[in-house]
């Protein structure tokens, strides 16, 4: 208790603070003491074979989930007590394409600018931004079901960051995506984190996995490891992330029923 | 006979073309892959293929038998397994095995040999509804259930979309199997990676197939000078690089940025020469064999 309080104090300035965060589904132990914290802008990867427990941590960190023991703060807020105040101050996208297919780019920019309360006079002018740092100010108009999926997650991304959270979650951005796309999603990420936006993300792609500024691997419900890329593979004298994932992945017990 | 042979295959639908104009021929026990992202028209190609849909224009025949007018004959001898779960989610494992054979006319006993191997992941929870099961293991009892009839060619369309590394590469070690019991295997996916597991692979974007070959032959077919870059800070170097006369296309590749250059104009040395002169450290160029992703990505930009 007192370490844990300790540690609040020592890392203001942690985005994520999570202390032995639990949760059990009857006898099945989804999440098992995991602890770890992520600092403001830090690209953070958080990665793990399907069955993990990967959905379950995100799902608790955004608020949508109660831990059955432990705790953690999310942008300051006590993820048990305060999820209402953690999901006005994060973004979250996931593959799952979630805008309006049939509303146009601006009226769903619109749609969730009011949804996150952006004060009605600032709209306009950051969404002409947002679209032309896109490069989509031609597709202003444009009925969201008829973009191609990479314009629609970079679309989606910007959405997400609209209100400036303190965070954004993304799960599994980029799956499907072509490649030359998938590393335009990529540069849009790194210009959040260069404005103090912390990233949170999942990915099956490996190589996104060197993009991060450290990576946790979670296995059968706890993280197994957890650093940069680069001492990751110094510490598994392998050499790539992909080879690590192998190490670590492959000694899970937990059958992905 | 061939496994696949399509000529000028097109699918439109109103002003969308989404299948335009596909040839190719696939080989009896061949494992052929279709390579793209979402939306090149993989899932319609394959439709087209197994007789769901009528072709605009074009033919294709399977194992000998035209998607057209021998949809019955094609539809015996095939397995597919679509992109989207589509078992019997309120029965049970053991129960939707049964009914595919049943359906097929079949036995699970006759052709249990054929899945017995992916089968025994799932004997634990034979009694278990299909709908309870998790991804990997639904994966794996759709693939019992297309292969429960002994097909001769097997349509897998995004079998591995969202499944992590580990599994994947355990679900090419069973493909690798089956392609050894004879069964011809068209395979679609979205991971340039698994490219180099196939026999041939074609890359597919926008509708059309853009080059069918051995992923070897196309690795040969890169001939532009690639260099890979690294540096201490790999942000600043993507953005520094592009602006460099004589650096054609800079990509992220893992821990190294992808470069093709113009020789002509520009020198390994004195790429490391500009880069420290803008500041840059730890900065090292090492020429490099192109992989399948920066084949796909220079062929899908021409």
Redesign the interface.
């Known amino acids: 208790m007192f370490y844990g309080h300790l540690q609040q104090v020592i890392f203001a300035m942690n985005v994520i603070e999570v202390d032995n965060l639990t949760k059990k589904f009857g006898n099945f132990t989804a999440v098992d003491h995991i602890s770890f914290s992520v600092s403001k802008g830090e690209i953070f990867g958080f990665l793990g074979a399907n069955g993990a427990g990967k959905t379950t941590a995100m799902r608790m960190l955004c608020g949508l989930s109660k831990p059955t023991s432990g705790k953690g703060t999310v942008a300051g807020y006590d993820i048990a007590r305060e999820p209402e105040k953690i999901k006005s101050r994060i973004g979250y996208m996931s593959q799952k394409f979630s805008m309006y297919e049939d509303l146009k780019v601006w009226e769903n920019i619109r749609l969730f600018a009011g949804i996150y309360g952006i004060p009605e006079k600032e709209i306009a002018s950051r969404t002409d931004a947002m679209l032309k740092n896109l490069g989509f100010e031609k597709e202003r108009d444009v009925f969201v079901k008829d973009l191609p999926l990479g314009w629609k997650q970079k679309l989606s991304f910007s959405v997400a960051i609209f209100h400036e959270p303190s965070i954004v979650f993304l799960d599994e951005p980029t799956g499907g995506v072509d490649p030359a796309t998938r590393r335009q999603f990529w540069e849009l990420i790194y210009q959040a984190s260069d404005r103090g936006i912390t990233v949170f993300v999942t990915t099956h792609y490996m190589d996104e996995a060197e993009y991060c500024n450290r990576v946790s691997i979670m296995v059968d419900g706890k993280i197994a490891a957890l650093d940069t890329p680069g001492n990751l593979k110094a510490q598994f004298e392998a050499a790539s992330m992909n080879e690590v994932f192998f190490l670590l992945a492959r000694k899970a017990q937990r059958k992905t029923e | 006979m061939k496994a696949v042979t399509a000529d000028k295959l097109c699918k439109s639908y109103g002003n969308l073309r989404a299948v335009e104009s596909v040839s190719f021929e696939a080989q009896p026990g061949e494992l052929f892959g279709i390579i ?5 028209g993989k899932t319609t190609l394959f439709r087209l293929l197994v007789t769901l849909l009528v072709p605009t224009s074009g033919t294709a025949l399977v194992d000998g038998y035209d998607i057209v007018k021998q949809i019955d004959q094609i539809r015996k001898r095939i397995g597919y397994m679509p992109g989207r779960f589509s078992l019997y989610q309120d029965l049970t494992v053991e129960e939707n095995l049964q009914i595919f054979a049943t359906v097929f006319g079949t036995t699970v006993k006759e052709n249990y040999y054929l899945v017995k191997d992916i089968y025994q992941h799932l004997e ?2 034979k009694k ?1 509804p299909a709908g309870k ?5 639904k994966q794996k009892l759709a693939l019992c259930c297309a292969l429960i009839h002994k097909p001769t060619v097997l349509f897998l369309d ?1 079998p591995t ?9 355990e679900f090419w070690e069973m493909l690798k199997r089956l392609k050894n019991q004879g069964i011809s295997i068209l395979v679609s996916t ?3 990676d698994e490219a180099g597991l196939c026999d041939r692979i074609a890359f597919m ?1 926008n509708g059309c197939l853009l080059k069918i070959d051995t992923p070897s032959s196309i690795i040969r077919g890169f001939t532009k000078p690639l260099w890979a870059v690294r540096g201490d800070r ?2 600043q170097l ?1 953005s520094d690089l592009r602006k460099i006369p004589g650096i054609k296309t800079c ?5 190294t940025h992808h470069v093709t250059v113009d020789k002509s104009v520009l020198s390994e040395n004195e790429l490391i020469a500009a880069l420290v002169s803008q500041g840059h450290s730890g900065v090292k160029v090492a020429a490099i064999e192109a992989g399948i ?1 920066d084949c ?2 220079d062929i ?2 021409r």
């Open positions: 793209g992202a979402d939306g090149a634990p929870f278990r099961l998790s991804g990997g293991m995004e979309t969202g499944v992590d590394p580990v599994s994947r590469r979205p991971y340039m974007q790999m942000s993507l990509f992220a590749f893992g821990d992703e796909f990505m899908s930009n």
